[in-house]
């Protein structure tokens, strides 16, 4: 018995969804950058040599999907889905360090909408294009 496929959403209904889940992956994209970036150099204890190490390497993963995040790029939002759990872990962790509390739930929080926001922007634009290719 062959399965019958479910029916795409309308245009009108995918548009306003893929912007609003587009925007919220930007800003907690940002946002999770901006938060290593300035825990790194104000808060956390790093001696003079890792001062800049850490950061960066921290920040790598991040930098190589902006470009793709940046452009609205499909795959690259889902590619950013994968690499997001790293950031959740490390907030995890860091929760439940006293010293850090603040900044693991900040990073748990933010890993979690920018999660969600990219799973969604993925699945919609991936529709949208199948809508668009006349499916």
């Known amino acids: ?27 907690s994209f940002l946002a999770l950058a901006v938060l290593l970036l300035v825990w790194n150099l104000l808060f956390a204890d790093l001696p003079g040599k890792l001062l800049w190490v850490i950061p960066a390497f921290q920040l790598a993963p991040l930098l190589l999907l902006a470009p793709g995040l940046i452009l609205g790029n499909a795959r690259a939002h889902a590619w950013t889905c994968f690499v997001v759990n790293l950031y959740f872990i490390q907030g995890v962790l860091a929760a439940f360090d006293p010293s850090k509390a603040l900044f693991g739930w900040a990073q748990v929080l933010l890993s979690v909408s ?22």
Not at 2 to 15: F, G, I, S, V, Y
Not at 116 to 134: D, I, N, V
């Open 1 to 27: 018995m062959a399965k019958t496929r479910k029916p795409l959403p309308p245009l009108d209904w995918l548009q306003p969804r893929m912007a609003i889940s587009r925007a919220v992956s930007l800003l």
């Open 114 to 135: 920018l999660f969600c926001a990219a799973l969604m922007y993925t699945r919609w634009r991936f529709q949208y294009e199948r809508k668009l290719a006349g499916e």
